[in-house]
């Protein structure tokens, strides 16, 4: 009887192992990861705030002025990060549906955040004649005139990209667009869209002769003859927008879908549109309920979109960090742009006297509107480049902090935040307003800026360690597709103060440069906590989202021995959600 109970026991025993078996095998396949990166220079930004001057964190994994990755592997499982470490820790997740990626010592990086885009208008550009770069009015107008050779007659032709800073002295006019191309509108907008460019057919499609009715805040250049130039300045270029036939909300959804994609293969998993209307929304809505968002947008409705933004004050900003389509915060324009002399300045431009461009109320910041959003909770995103510009925005908040202290939590920004007097640069810190500030318009616009500010404003322009220095908080973007967003420029620029060509020679104004752990936490880190994600994302971290970009250089290894460098560095994969939403093809696909 003994015997039969030992045998029974024993057969109990194996049969409740087999039985358990396939629980086990799930909870095993359950427990390891969906992709491990190996083989990679990882930093993981887990280490403490640099100080105010630039000097890295005790913990920091930095010695003798040079910087050392603190991780080789990262798994990644359910969209999440489950593991960062070694590459023995990060294979022990390995399971039989595990997919392992070799970086071959790429460099992983949390991932980056464009804090201040236009994506529609980027992937509108990229359909568009693209006029970047170009130097002069004729060569444009080639551009345009070969472009026209494919376009049905009488059909819209839009281009992009010439700079109306540097060309603020030489602008041209509709006399040799209108006669090269005379059988199509043609609207062509300025590098930072503070200038439209047209032809005689897009003044007579818009209906827009001398008698037009101009915007406060907005110049329509007129010539010899009294009548329109083809030019227009600042909130001018609204006139020639509401000329514009609108596009299909298809077309709408193409260009946001091109911009993000595009965005997406250059290491972004994040941008924050600023300056949503009601087309764009919808569009972007769209995508969403279809899935079909390659990466995360922080939505910065416009507030120039009334109805719009009336709809969601009465709704009320979002909550879920979780979703694609994020939208909590209201893009504004306070002042115009330093190049075509709209900004507003608390003297006269140096380089037109009597002049102080225009601000508030007289530019269409509408500030009834304005509160209303803060107190129904948005945090504001208002545009201030010049120096009154800024003390004036700065003079809003605080009054409005004062009267309704709740509307103080909402970590408003200022973007640009270009030119800032002395006496006003400490108050972002005591306001907690972020700078939200492009390192490309520095080195962009250093030709011409000291000509329009004179030798002791530019100290207080593009003052990124100043303000760091003051306890500022900071996030670093392009604004594109007004500048490019390459990562590897705006690295450059933040650390050098030098443009693509390596100039000037020791960087412009270079007391307020940056160091590379400063630059590459104001694309990351301190981009997360402006969208109010500093708990999701930023770090490279167990339960983080699994959002990272994987690049072929180390510009924390670079930044101290060869900056230039950087420049040349490629994106090899970005991740979304523990998705590989881009992925570097092999050389020769």
């Known amino acids: 009887m003994q015997m039969k109970v030992g045998l029974f026991a024993r057969w109990l025993g194996v049969f409740l192992v087999c039985a358990g078996a396939p629980q086990a095998t799930a909870e095993a396949a359950a427990a390891s990861a969906d992709l491990i990166l190996t083989d990679a220079r990882v930093y993981t930004l887990r280490w403490g705030e640099p100080g105010r001057d630039g000097k890295p964190a005790a913990d920091a994994p930095h010695a003798n002025g040079t910087w050392h990755p603190d991780a080789s592997a990262v798994a990644i499982r359910g969209g999440r990060i489950v593991y960062v470490g070694s590459e023995k820790g990060a294979l022990a997740l390995r399971g039989k549906r595990t997919r392992v990626i070799d970086l071959d010592g790429a460099t992983v990086l949390p991932g980056l955040v464009d804090s201040h885009t236009h994506f529609v208008e980027l992937g509108a550009k990229l359909e568009s004649v693209d006029l970047t770069n170009v130097a002069t009015e004729a060569e444009a107008v080639a551009l345009v005139a070969e472009r026209a050779k494919s376009v049905p007659k009488g059909e819209w032709i839009f281009g992009a990209g010439w700079d109306e800073g540097a060309w603020a002295n030489r602008y041209p006019d509709k006399q040799r667009l209108s006669a090269a191309v005379p059988d199509h509108p043609v609207v062509l907008r300025s590098l930072h869209g503070f200038a439209i460019w047209t032809n005689q057919a897009a003044l007579d499609a818009g209906r827009i002769t001398a008698a037009s009715p101009v915007p406060v805040g907005g110049e329509m250049r007129l010539g010899a003859d009294g ?112 190049g075509s002399r709209g900004a507003r300045l608390l003297a006269d431009y140096a380089d037109r006297p009597g002049h102080r461009g225009i601000s508030g109320g007289g530019y269409g910041f509408d500030q009834d509107l304005a509160m209303a959003a803060m107190k129904a909770g948005f945090q504001l995103g208002i545009h201030a480049i010049g120096d009154a510009g800024n003390r004036e925005v700065l003079n809003f908040l605080e009054a409005e902090f004062k009267a309704d202290p709740g509307t103080a939590r909402h970590r408003h920004r200022i973007e640009h935040a270009q030119v800032i007097a002395p006496e006003d640069q400490p108050r972002f810190a005591r306001l907690g307003v972020i700078a939200s500030m492009e390192p490309p318009h520095a080195v962009e616009d250093k030709g011409w800026a000291e000509d329009r500010l004179g030798p002791q404003r530019i100290l207080g322009a593009y003052a990124w360690r100043t303000l760091r220095r003051e306890g500022a908080r900071l996030t670093f973007n392009a604004d594109n597709p007004g500048s490019d967003h390459s990562i590897f420029y705006g690295l450059h620029a933040a650390i050098t103060r030098q443009d693509k060509q390596l100039q000037p020679a020791g960087g412009w104004y270079p007391a307020e440069r940056l160091t590379i752990e400063e630059a590459i936490r104001a694309y990351t880190s301190w981009s997360a906590y402006a969208a109010f994600r500093e708990d999701q994302t930023g770090i490279i971290a167990k339960g983080r989202w699994a959002d990272l970009t994987v690049m072929d250089i180390d510009p924390m290894a670079l930044a101290g021995i060869a900056p230039e460098k950087i420049l040349a560095g490629r994106i090899l994969l970005t991740i979304v959600n523990g998705k590989l939403v881009y992925q570097r093809p092999a050389a020769g696909q």
């Open 227 to 338: 009548q329109p130039a083809g030019l227009f300045l600042n909130r001018a270029a609204t006139m020639v927008d509401a000329a514009v036939p609108p596009e299909p909300p298809a077309v709408v959804a193409r260009h946001a879908l091109k911009g993000l994609t595009q965005m997406a293969s250059d290491g972004y998993v994040s941008v924050h549109e600023a300056g949503v209307g009601s087309q764009a929304m919808a569009a972007l809505q769209r995508l969403e309920d279809e899935n079909r968002l390659p990466i995360r947008v922080y939505a910065m409705l416009s507030l120039r979109d009334p109805p719009l933004m009336r709809q969601w004050i009465a709704r009320g900003p979002d909550r879920d960090n979780e979703s694609m389509l994020v939208t909590r915060a209201v893009k504004a324009y306070y002042d115009g742009a330093l």
